[in-house]
């Protein structure tokens, strides 16, 4: 054994690692996991045993009725459910870190309660009070505004229910993000120099926080977009209920839908992880 070490310090090789291909098997399994059955399912929008191989049913994507009007719905939610879970859990997260530290278990528990909570209870809950709340709002000015967020052009209710949804997870990337930083100096320091608490917010907080807000937002796009159940039951047509509806009618249409969504996704994970990695390396 010393005489092969010396052999491959001599010849300039590198010496094997034993539990390298272990490594490389666990990879493949990994790999053929997931890439199976997306292959599989390619398969099934493209062949049909009367017509062969043909791509007609990504073709008819594009004038697919609905397709167009749920995806530009889901992508408006997620993007309004992004923006309001971190202009409410960023602030009271650093609030919570800077003058009550105590409290730190307790707001972990309650964001990480809607884990708990049934979606279909949630959605019966959600349900009982707009009912409710017609009833006892509408000798009230209040009542428009209720009608207004239960709008099916935009129902700002599905966004309120996104944020409880998404906020467990939007709460473990951002702790995750703030345990590497020293919040307390960094914040101190800027307000020593005079800076105000929206700029250190903006200008000192988020800079070193981009992974962990990304990381917060492509979770809450993949859960908008994927989430069926309050939506449906609440009876509001975005984009994984059109793709539950089309599969009844269209099974090769709603699994190229259904594939090119994940696509989608992967891809604008990877953009923002290049973009991110090509930043830490300037």
Known sequence: MAALTGLE?????APR?????????????????????????????????????????YGE????DGFARSLSLSLGLAVATIVVVLLLALPAMLAVRL??????????VLCTLPLVVPPITFVAGIGTALRGGTDLLAPTPFWATLIAV????????????????????????LDAGL????????????????????????????????????????????LVLGEYTVASLLGYEPFAVWIVTVSGSKGQLSVAVSILSLLLIWLLLLA??????REKGK
């Open 9 to 13: 310090r001599v010849s300039g090789a």
């Open 17 to 57: 690692r034993p539990g390298a291909w272990w490594r490389g098997l666990v990879f493949l399994l990994a790999a053929a996991y997931f890439l199976v059955p997306l292959g599989t399912a390619f398969w099934y929008t493209i062949y049909t045993p009367t017509a062969g191989v043909s791509l007609s049913a």
């Open 61 to 64: 994507l594009l004038t697919a």
């Open 99 to 108: 003058f009550a530290p105590r409290l730190r278990p307790v707001m972990e």
């Open 150 to 173: 239960q709008d099916p052009a935009f129902p700002v209710v599905l966004v309120l229910a996104y944020v409880v949804l998404v906020l467990p997870f939007v709460y473990r990337s």
């Open 179 to 222: 345990r590497t930083m020293d919040v307390r100096t960094l914040v101190e320091a800027a307000r020593n120099l005079g800076a105000s608490w929206p700029y250190v917010l903006v200008r000192v907080i988020v800079p070193n926080l981009r992974s962990a807000l990304a990381s917060a937002s492509f979770l809450t796009l993949a």
């Open 272 to 277: 923002v992880s290049t973009v991110f990695s």
